[in-house]
């Protein structure tokens, strides 16, 4: 992967799920000549499969260090995702009639997103990269552009280089505005490996993606519309 | 303690450290007749002595529930309260240039805004109450109004209620504009018994308070401005 090398010295801390969209982030950047910090958590998701697609995607990207942490979001429930709910099959299906789905986890881009700014602090750095997409994804309040920004202005408030105004921080979200699509495309053309990538909510007990809840309906529509095959739907 | 029933019957998030103004501050949320939820951190901190006074105070101001919940703060360092450095004695020491401290914990009430924030939307409340202050404190960055303030605005844009404009998130810093002795005069009416708090940063293996530290001298001078006798220096 060529690496643009003006950011080279600079860490920059990336949130890492594992998923399509966060091995694309990091992909990025690295690709921006950033030295990579890759913060995964494990908080409580039905499936360590998420975590071991996290490693594979930052040995294969290539990071300065891989920080996986634990934090218990079981503890106050409220989530398909962490606690004991179904998650929903073949449909877009909501908790209410906001729109946002039984999937979304309370705060969690908020507690992951502090997480990376005490990390970004020890560090003295002001970047930290998280793969939110408000186009094609799953209605989440925490994943729009206005959010982000809001968050950006009360960690410059929050840390000492902002209070100092020796530099502010800045969360890069590249994919906010792309779809799907665009994502895989942009990934591809920066040799990401998505056969190492797991986006499905309810896999199987051996870790296979269900190909029916929402993650796996978006990831499949985006193969789709980019015009390639998802290495993860071929047979072994 | 006499108890304000206007919001009796809704909760609110509390952070609780188990230090007189966590204490002081639970017991404004039960005086203004919330039903509080307190949350408190094992963060890699040096000393249990603060969780088993957060237990301590909890059980005897009342609340619905007390979680204390594990998060790794050493894994990043950068603060003598969570890495390998010393806590300074005897003066008010700083890390550098800036006059933040050496104790400072990076990003750490963002951190613990963020799981009670999750913990709010979880409860379907909006009320979440912290005991930072901005007058006798220890200068760090996230303890100003401007943060608070800040951080509620965030919320609003990275919780369900707030999208849907139900409700916005309200941070609770009642003893944001108070010297440490008005903090001691309003406990002592509230009820608050301080000899359950702990506030040393640099305890004995006992768990006696060192009597040197940042934290003891504000204690310290907040008592005697109060015109009280700490119950923590009282022989046993």
Chains 1, 2 share one sequence.
Not at 116 to 125: I, Q
Not at 153 to 168: I, N, P, S
Not at 194 to 218: F, N, Q
Request: charge should be negative.
């Amino acid at each position: 992967m060529e690496t643009n090398t003006a950011n080279s010295t600079r860490p920059a801390v990336v949130l890492l799920s594992g998923g399509l969209d966060s091995a694309t982030t990091l992909a990025v950047c690295r690709h921006e000549g950033f030295a990579p910090y890759a913060l995964s958590f494990r908080y409580g998701q039905r499936h360590e499969v998420e975590l071991s697609a996290a490693r594979a995607v930052a040995d294969a990207i290539g990071v300065e260090r891989h920080v996986v942490t634990e934090i218990d979001l079981r503890l106050f429930g409220g989530s398909a995702l962490t606690a004991d709910m179904d998650v929903p099959h073949r449909r877009r299906v909501s908790s209410d009639d906001s729109g946002i789905p039984v999937t979304y986890v309370p705060a969690r881009n908020t507690i992951f997103l502090s997480f990376a700014l005490a990390w970004a602090e020890t560090l003295g750095t002001s970047d930290i990269f998280i793969g939110v997409n408000a186009l094609d994804y799953s209605g989440y309040p925490d994943c729009r552009p206005e959010y982000i920004e809001s968050f950006e202005r009360m960690a410059d408030l929050a840390t000492k280089a902002g209070v100092e105004g020796r530099q502010r921080i800045r969360i890069h979200a590249p994919l906010i505005d792309l779809s799907k699509a665009e994502i895989i495309r942009l990934g591809m053309s920066l040799g990401v490996d998505y056969a190492l990538t797991h986006s499905c909510y309810d896999p199987d007990v051996a870790g296979r993606a269900c190909g029916t809840c929402d993650s796996c309906l978006l990831r499949a529509k985006g193969f789709a519309e980019a015009g390639w095959v998802d290495p993860l739907s071929r047979p072994a």
